[in-house]
């Protein structure tokens, strides 16, 4: 983000609501929209709720690997409620408004999922790297209690530093135009409509991104780059099949989610445009949380067992 200069306060009126253009640009798109992203919503919750429900009904996934995807899981159909609702109420009625306290919530909402989704991704990265490389302490280290507390940890533990973060950007003054460019309320376009000076907040976010994207994406890195290690040194090609078919699901996940977020928030400010940032922040709100499912139902033999002992009851 670039320091600019606004302006004078004095002369413009304070904004009270929003108005959410979404995909305004394209209204003969409009009902193909609404019903391929209903369809989206309707996938995530259903497939992520499914995971969910086996994780914790089915005696074979009581593991602390199952424990975290089963949250993980819940957690995606959380972050997507936040946004795709209100779009899906956007394209039926085409009343775009949102109030400047809607907006605040649901940019808050967003924030604190998608912390815990940062530190969820790292907890489950440690957890991988316990099984492979410490298999012996396992049991010990990944008991039920320490379980419990990593999760509480990833839920809670954004929640300060995104409150005050939100209350910091919404305590500025807003005025002119009150046109968001976005399908939500995310910080770029928010602060497009900021008065004044904008540069503490552009700087408490990069604080607020190195702490909570930054550190755990390199967490995660460290992780695998120990478990691969450990993982080459195994004496038996089958041994080493088994070990990466355990985290190659894991890793396709954080690749999806820090790959998407790192295109959308780091690219180089003049390559941005608000079409970009909208087709981006889809893959990065939707596409990836509708995939993630697949993507360790297909490659989990455990999960496909515990499917079939579902729908066979």
């Not at 009625?93 to 530190?119: D, H, K, P, Y």
């Not at 928010?190 to 909570?212: N, P």
Request: include cysteine; proline fraction near 5%; charged fraction near 10%.
């Amino acid at each position: 983000m670039q320091h600019k200069e606004k302006p004078p306060e004095a002369n413009l009126t304070e904004l009270i609501e929003f108005v959410l253009l979404d995909f305004a640009d394209v209204p003969h798109l409009r009902w193909l929209l609404f019903g391929l992203f209903l369809v989206i919503y309707i996938a995530i919750v259903m497939s992520n709720g499914i995971i969910f429900l086996i994780t914790k009904l089915d005696p074979a996934l009581q593991t602390p690997m199952y424990y975290f995807l089963g949250n993980f899981s819940f957690l995606e159909i959380c972050y997507v409620s936040v946004t795709l609702p209100r779009m899906l109420m956007n394209l039926w009625t085409q009343r775009r408004t949102i109030s400047l306290v809607a907006c605040a919530t649901q940019m808050c909402c967003i924030l604190v999922l998608g912390a815990t989704e940062c530190f969820l991704l790292t907890v489950m990265a440690y957890d991988r790297y316990v099984a492979i490389c410490n298999p012996l302490h396992y049991p010990l280290v990944m008991n039920h209690k320490i379980c419990i507390q990593l999760v509480a940890g990833s839920w809670i533990s954004g929640i300060p530093v995104q409150i005050g973060q939100t209350f910091q950007i919404f305590s500025l003054s807003f005025c002119g135009s009150n046109l968001i460019d976005h399908f939500f309320c995310d910080i770029p376009p928010i602060l497009k409509l900021a008065c004044g000076d904008t540069f503490v907040s552009e700087m408490l976010i990069y604080i607020a991104a190195v702490l909570i994207v930054t550190i755990p994406f390199l967490l995660i890195l460290i992780s695998y780059s120990k478990i691969i290690s450990t993982v080459l040194q195994l004496p038996s090609a089958t041994s080493r099949a088994k070990a990466f078919s355990t985290c190659s699901s894991h890793l396709i996940v954080v690749a999806l989610f820090f790959g998407s977020a790192v295109i959308t928030y780091l690219r180089p400010k003049h390559s941005h445009s608000a079409g970009i940032d909208k087709v981006l922040s889809l893959f990065y709100t939707i596409v990836t949380p509708m995939f993630n499912p697949m993507i360790y139902s297909l490659r989990n033999k455990d999960v496909i067992m515990a499917l079939r002992r579902l729908l066979y009851k």
